[in-house]
């Protein structure tokens, strides 16, 4: 199967070799790379430029991740799509081993765990968390799984590139959480997913901000576009002949989401309406929602305790392994670094 890498890249001129370097050092490197410069300003597309074939470049002005990504799916040729960041790493042999994964088990989709890492040129890849989705898939729907208590990230996905193109894409009115609404349209497409385990992904942790931005403009809209997702997500569920509002953690999310916007002041009366109506699907007393917030809260401080595990237990993190470190240090390697995992 053809490969292609779509990368929005948007101000990333001194970050994107490295990611660049990453993907050309794959056993099997993908067939073409886009890089969707969406309005830089800071030379960001001729950097790409410079690497040459197969990296291709496509200009736009500034529209945002889903547009950017949507741009990358018009132009690329790639039976399968791996929409990956600008500045994150992939360890070598995951192409290879995802492609693998698809056509033996015939899924859709193959997801990688990953990892939060600060990248010094001293001291290596110095991971500041377990491996996230490490321990697979939830044994149970997805879709229920994704919108009560799973998460999950583009770059850690090779999709087959006809689903993508059945639904449409990436929304483009979202600035926040369309991933997510991306991978819960998949699922209702009937995605069939698969996991590969030995695989993983280096989420650049780092003081820079992603995409998104990370001011406290950016912080409200954030609670304002996590709170569309919701919405959007109920009404696509709906259409599909489930709702999610019988489930007490979409229920608990939805609260969650309808007391940080009126916490900050947020005036979307609309879509406040639209939170208390997921509420009301099936009315409990708020007081039960807070108790299993805490109750979670608590769990997760005695796992961070006790296995130093900080992540929401939605990522399902484990310890790196031998093999995956190993893999981060031959990514940072390939990426012209100091060679060392601490």
């Known amino acids: 199967m053809t490969l292609s890498v779509v990368i929005p890249a948007y101000n990333r001129a001194t970050l994107l070799p490295i990611t660049l370097r990453s993907l050309l050092a794959q056993d099997r490197v993908a067939d073409e790379i886009l890089v969707v410069d969406d309005g830089s300003s800071d030379g960001t597309a001729e950097v ?13 002005c500034n529209q945002g991740p889903g547009a950017a990504r949507n741009r990358g799916l018009a132009e690329a040729r790639g039976e399968c799509i791996h929409f990956f960041d600008s500045d994150d790493l992939a360890m070598p042999g995951l192409h290879r081993a995802q492609l693998e994964a698809l056509e033996r088990e015939q899924a859709d989709l193959a997801y990688s765990p990953w990892v939060k890492a600060h990248l010094d040129p001293n001291r290596g890849v110095i991971p500041t968390n377990h491996a996230l989705q490490a321990s697979g898939l939830p044994q149970r729907s997805l879709v229920r799984a994704l919108l009560t208590d799973w998460s999950v990230v583009p770059i850690c996905c090779l999709v087959r590139r006809k689903l993508v193109e059945k639904i449409g894409g990436f929304p483009e009115s979202l600035h926040v959480a369309e991933d997510q609404l991306f991978f819960l349209r998949l699922l209702l497409a009937g995605c069939t997913c698969v996991h590969t385990p030995d695989t993983l992904v280096l989420y650049r942790d780092e003081s820079h901000s992603k995409l998104s931005g990370g001011n406290e403009a950016t912080r409200l809209r954030h609670l304002r576009e996590w709170a569309r997702f919701l919405v959007l997500a109920r009404q696509d569920c709906l259409a599909a002949g489930l709702d999610p509002a019988a489930w007490f953690g979409f229920r608990r999310r939805a609260l969650i989401a309808l007391q940080d916007m009126k916490a900050s ?54 310890p790196l392994t031998a093999a995956q470190r190993a893999g981060a240090t031959e990514a940072l390697a390939a990426a012209a670094m100091r060679t060392q995992v601490c």
């Open 265 to 318: 002041g947020d005036s979307s009366a609309a879509l406040q309406e639209d939170l208390t109506d997921i509420l009301n699907a099936f009315p409990l007393p708020p007081a039960l929602y807070q108790l299993s917030r805490m109750l979670q809260q608590k769990g997760e401080g005695l796992t961070a305790r006790l296995f130093n595990r900080r992540a929401h237990r939605c990522f399902r993190s484990a």
């Open 48 to 60: 790409a430029e410079s690497f040459g074939s197969p990296v291709r470049v496509i200009r736009q």
